[in-house]
């Protein structure tokens, strides 16, 4: 026999405001953990029903004492910052479905009034006990317990970093102390070094488990390049492992994790969430993150929720709008590029949130509708859906943006401290994966052989090996690294222009002004910036492309001490401001050449020099 519906309501009066406290509530599979549920033991991404419009329940297994339960789950909805909610339909004897939904609505005097419900649907009278026992009593003092201190750490800006009990593992504490002295040893900040050993120590699990390392230097305040190479070294010393995460580029979710070897990443991936196959590239779909040694302390991955708001947090607003309806949402939006789209029809909208904006928006969703035009929204808009299709359609707004705090593969092959410590990181043999766009630098030391012969082997190899740590030093401070030397030159790369103009400038400078005793020397380079491709050669991580084979083409235009660019590197708008306040100093001249190889093409070039 079917019980009546039960029915719960809790509310709180909170101190941060609804935007706040989102990050720390909406984050469902923390709250699961923190409010006692077991974790899920199997995640069935393929057995879930599909339902119309391109959605598709997500099948759990949830073990519990006695019982082990069965569950599909509705797609999530939510409204950043107001409002989410889910529904569960189980399979067992007890209870047949679960609804929430929580609403997040801002206080007059500011603070947040939180209102969380659910619904349980009963199977029969031992099922209304149990839910009466497990959500009437039991529940409410595990959620207040959890919600006070997401509130406090919400008003106090701070993340959920430490954990109230943490293990290391058998003689993790002496091995942390032993290679917190040895990374002090190696010059590292020794409080920086002692930040990442607390961590270590007493970190929550789920922050541990994926370790960015440029949210930990904006949190303390550090260099993002600093804190990044700490975490190298950390990994290199055995304190940290290395993980590759393949990204869907839909939901961003990490489709793939492999532990330490870059030639273990498949590129070819499926999401099941979007159920779409994808190939990833390096500019925004293959971060780096990391995790602390098991040797040191064993941090399991364990899901309690993987469909929750904070799973995709780029998606502000995520609804399902029945076949023939509408519905009004008011979302809160940063200033930038979002795009609004279905789950199953083409197209979609690009919107641009500015101050001025629109502040009403009608929007009918039939696939054929879309305005061409990216168009204007105030930052608190009222956006009218309209589902002209006779089928349920999910509406999802997101941000255009990758998030800035995501380490990229294709930023830590730029980087030199990385490719000295990892030197046998590479692709598959044959893997050819997209980096975007690189900065790449060719140099050629001038009249090296007549050195060679004017003052003899050794001393002219001397010369060479300090001016190849010269240029190390200046492309290493600006972010780049040396992908390999040939001959007295080298070929660089960086991930911004400005970067490699100032490299060369600063590296032709303290060469043809050496320190007392040493023989002045001239250098030459040029630089171009362009799509590239990352490949393994020669058992090292390498790049091709036109962009690599016009940027080699350029240095036989350059005079001594003179860099050549590529129009394309001229015209970005950190390289102009460069030329502009230095153009009392510099003499910048525009010339034309045909490239060997590109006979059909004139490109257009600039020649830069210092005014002595």
């Not at 509130?151 to 800006?157: H, I, S, T, V």
């Not at 954990?163 to 990374?183: D, M």
């Not at 941090?299 to 309806?325: K, M, N, W, Y």
């Not at 930023?411 to 030197?423: I, K, M, T």
């Amino acid at each position: 026999m079917t019980t009546k519906e039960l029915h719960y309501q809790w509310e709180w009066k909170l101190q941060a405001e609804p935007q706040a406290i989102w990050p720390f509530f909406a984050d469902t599979n923390r709250v699961n953990r923190d409010t006692g549920l077991f974790p899920l033991a199997q995640i069935d991404r393929q057995e879930g029903e599909r339902l119309p419009g391109g959605q598709r329940r997500l099948r759990y297994h949830l073990p519990v004492p006695y019982l082990y339960l069965d569950y599909e789950e509705e797609p999530f909805e939510w409204i950043f910052p107001h409002r989410y909610g889910v529904v569960r339909h189980f399979h067992n004897k007890l209870v047949s479905t679960f609804r929430a939904s929580a609403e997040l609505n801002p206080l007059p005097d500011g603070g947040t009034h939180l209102i969380y419900e659910s619904w349980i649907q009963p199977r029969n009278v031992l099922g209304a006990w149990a839910v009466a026992v497990a959500i009437g009593q039991v529940a409410p003092r595990r959620f207040d317990k959890a919600i006070r201190a997401y509130d406090r750490l919400a008003a106090a800006a701070a993340l959920p970093v430490f954990a109230e009990v943490a293990q290391l593992a058998a003689g993790g504490s002496e091995r942390l102390a032993q290679l917190q002295t040895a990374l002090t040893g190696r010059g590292i900040d020794p409080a920086l070094v002692a930040r990442l050993a607390e961590l270590i120590q007493r970190g929550d699990e789920f922050t541990l488990s994926r370790l960015r390392p440029y949210q930990f230097a904006d949190l303390w305040s550090v260099d993002r390049k600093q804190v990044l190479e700490l975490f190298l070294e950390a990994t290199r010393m055995g304190l940290l492992n290395l993980q590759w995460e393949v990204l869907c580029p839909m939901c961003r979710g990490a489709e793939d994790r492999v532990s330490t070897h870059l030639s273990d990443v498949h590129t070819e991936a499926h999401c099941f969430t979007c159920n779409i196959d994808f190939r990833a590239n390096f500019e925004n779909a293959v971060e780096l993150t990391f995790a602390p040694n098991p040797a040191i302390r064993d941090v399991p991955r364990l899901d309690f929720c993987v469909a929750g708001p904070e799973v995709t947090p780029h998606i502000v607003v995520q609804q399902t709008l029945p076949p023939a309806s509408q519905r009004l949402v008011m979302p809160v939006l940063e200033p930038g590029r979002y795009r609004l789209r279905t789950m199953a029809l083409s197209g979609g909208q690009y919107l641009r949130v500015i101050a001025d904006g629109r502040d009403e928006l009608h929007i009918p969703l039939n696939g054929r509708d879309w305005p061409a035009e990216e168009l204007p929204l105030t930052p608190i808009p009222r956006l009218e859906l309209v589902n002209q299709t006779p089928e349920a359609q999910m509406v999802i707004l997101e941000r255009t943006a990758w998030s800035d705090q995501a380490t990229t593969a294709a930023e830590v092959f730029a980087l030199q401290r990385f490719r000295d410590l990892f030197a046998n990181e590479a692709l598959r043999p044959g893997e050819q994966i997209g980096v975007g766009s690189l900065t790449v630098l060719f140099t050629d030391l001038v009249d090296s052989t007549r050195m060679y012969r004017e003052i003899g082997d050794a001393p002219a190899f001397g010369l060479v090996m300090n001016h190849f740590d010269v240029l190390r030093a200046a492309i290493d401070e600006e972010q780049g690294a040396i992908v390999k030397t040939i001959g007295d030159a080298v070929m660089a790369v960086f991930r911004r222009p400005i970067a490699a103009l100032r490299a060369m400038q600063k590296a032709q400078e303290q060469l043809a002004n050496p320190p007392v005793g040493l023989r002045p020397l001239q250098l030459k380079a040029a630089a171009h910036t362009g799509p590239s491709i990352a490949v393994t050669l020669n058992e090292r991580l390498d790049y091709f492309g036109t962009t690599i084979n016009v940027a080699s083409r350029l240095e036989k235009f350059a005079f001594p001490n003179e860099i050549i660019i590529s129009d394309y590197l001229y015209h970005d708008p950190e390289v102009q401001k460069f030329l502009q306040d230095a153009e009392d100093t510099l003499i910048v001249e525009a010339f034309d050449e045909m490239l060997k190889g590109f006979d059909n093409e004139n490109f257009h070039l600039w020649r830069i020099k210092v005014i002595r």
